[in-house]
């Protein structure tokens, strides 16, 4: 019987996992709430499932979308990322239901989902990380231990939702006056996203870079890594851009980061692909952060300077198939870049333009250019969901022919309907201390010229490029 795998997902990610699934030969099931009713990725897909009439809850909802896979007959589950993918009782339930989980186990996922278990695997296994506390106990006990901890180690701190992820549930704090009003403010967030208010605190390490490791395990415990990526340029602690490998120049130390995470890995029992999360400081020092139990969003980057699958080996090895490579099998080849196209105005605080229509879409294209999106002409960009349209992925021999096919791409770029963050990126790829490398998680913070750029209106950006082709045509074509 041929396999059958649910996407439990929707946008970029969910048409990135199904196109592995078609090429591997396998029966492809998308699922959908109200909302996605024009959505790309049940177009592409063999066949697609309704949830309900959302938003997002329907998405959510695990009972659903293990009916769903039940109903369609499918063998598998690949959760893609955010939504269930880092939840433990949707694996759980996956496993109860003999349905196979494209991921780690459930226990792997809730003992590294909670931040504390995870820091204590790790220390057990004698892998660096900043200084922090145990869950904080509540009430003023909790803001009394908060407070000792900061007078140890000093300010700043970070309040962190002890079941938070992908940058959600932190809280950075300055000082005593403000520790003691936001302890309980942060546990109040912390039970809104996550449904469990308990929270801990770090040390902040001041303008770190931000360096993540991939790595990939089979059910026999054998685990690689694939080398290094990049992702210090972020907003409010979500990732912007990411590159692959690492600029960081000492070899030894990137070898010695990349090697720790595989130890990362094999303390925590690991299984299927995975990213490990450090910290890096100015004085080279590195601190492990985390382990996130999914596939990344900067997948992307990865694949192109190993030449490797991640998704596709995502699906072997929940097939119960052996890594098909060893460590030094892994070659990495020049650079590659990933820039996150939102639907947002960068020059209004980065306001997202859901509900807009793309009334012209131009993509750019050529050799070492990588889109993953599901934006298309004509397509209106749902309100209740995240901003992202495209991921632009671009790969180079050298860094620099990387940000010069960058630098191209972004030019050639046409989103006209709802604003994007395509001219901010324009800025930051002209930015010399882009070109050199020389970034961290500041960034942002010390480059505020990136959203000074002209703001054109939507009929004034059409006419323009309608004179603009007219132009280009007539002082650009010749008659024999």
Not at 82 to 111: M, R, T, Y
Not at 158 to 181: D, F, H, S, W
């Amino acid at each position: 019987m041929n396999k059958k795998i649910l996407v439990a997902n929707r946008g970029e990610i969910a048409l990135r996992v199904i196109r592995a699934i078609q090429e591997l030969g396998y029966v492809s099931v998308a699922v959908y709430e109200t909302p996605d009713n024009d959505a790309l990725h049940i177009r592409v897909a063999d066949e697609a499932i309704w949830l309900g009439p959302g938003p997002r809850c329907d998405y959510l909802d695990i009972d659903k979308v293990i009916r769903a896979a039940k109903k369609t007959g499918a063998h598998a589950i690949h959760p893609g990322y955010g939504f269930l993918a880092e939840n433990p009782d949707f694996a759980k339930a996956c496993e109860d239901n003999d349905i196979i989980f494209i991921g780690p186990s459930s226990e792997v996922i809730s003992n590294l989902g909670n931040k504390v278990i995870a820091r204590k695997i790790m220390a057990d296994a004698n892998i660096a990380m900043t200084p922090g506390t145990q869950n904080l106990k509540p009430g003023l006990e909790g803001v009394e231990e908060a407070v000792a901890f900061a007078r140890q180690y000093g300010y700043p701190v970070m309040l962190k939702a002890t079941a938070g992820g992908g940058g959600r549930g932190i809280r950075r704090v300055e000082n005593e006056e403000q520790l003691r009003k936001e302890v309980e403010v942060a546990r109040a967030e912390a039970k809104s996203a996550f449904n469990d208010d308990s929270v801990y605190m770090e040390k902040v390490v001041l303008t770190p870079k931000h360096i993540e490791v991939q790595i990939m395990a089979d059910a026999k415990g054998n685990t690689v890594h694939l080398g290094s990526r990049d992702c210090s340029i972020q907003r409010r602690n979500q990732k912007l851009v990411e590159i692959a490998p690492s600029l960081i120049k000492d070899k030894k130390l990137v070898d010695e980061i990349c090697d720790t995470a595989v130890r990362a890995a094999k303390a925590a029992n690991y299984f299927n692909a995975g990213t490990v999360e450090f910290l890096v400081d100015k004085d080279w020092n590195y601190y492990f952060m985390e382990i996130n139990t999914r596939i990344q969003v900067e997948h992307t980057v990865t694949e192109m300077v190993t030449g490797i699958d991640l998704v596709r080996t995502q699906i072997k090895l929940a097939f119960g198939k052996d890594l098909s490579f060893k460590q030094e099998d892994i070659q990495l080849r020049g650079h590659a870049i990933e820039m996150r196209i939102n639907a947002e105005d960068p020059q209004n605080n980065f306001m997202p333009e859901g509900g807009k229509t793309v009334s012209v879409y131009r993509s750019p294209g050529g050799y070492g250019v990588r889109l993953d999106g599901f934006v298309y002409q004509g397509f209106t960009i749902p309100e209740v969901y995240d901003s992202l349209l495209v991921k632009l992925t671009v790969h180079g021999f050298s860094w620099n022919e990387a940000v010069d096919r960058l630098r191209r791409c972004l030019k050639n770029y046409v989103i006209i309907g709802p604003k994007t963050t395509i001219p901010f990126y324009i800025n930051l790829v002209n930015d010399p201390d882009f070109q050199k490398g020389n970034f961290d998680t500041s960034y942002l913070d010390t480059h505020p010229q990136l959203v000074e750029y002209e703001d054109v209106s939507l009929e004034v950006n059409k006419i323009a490029s309608l004179i603009a082709e007219i132009h280009h045509k007539q002082e650009n074509s010749y008659a024999i």
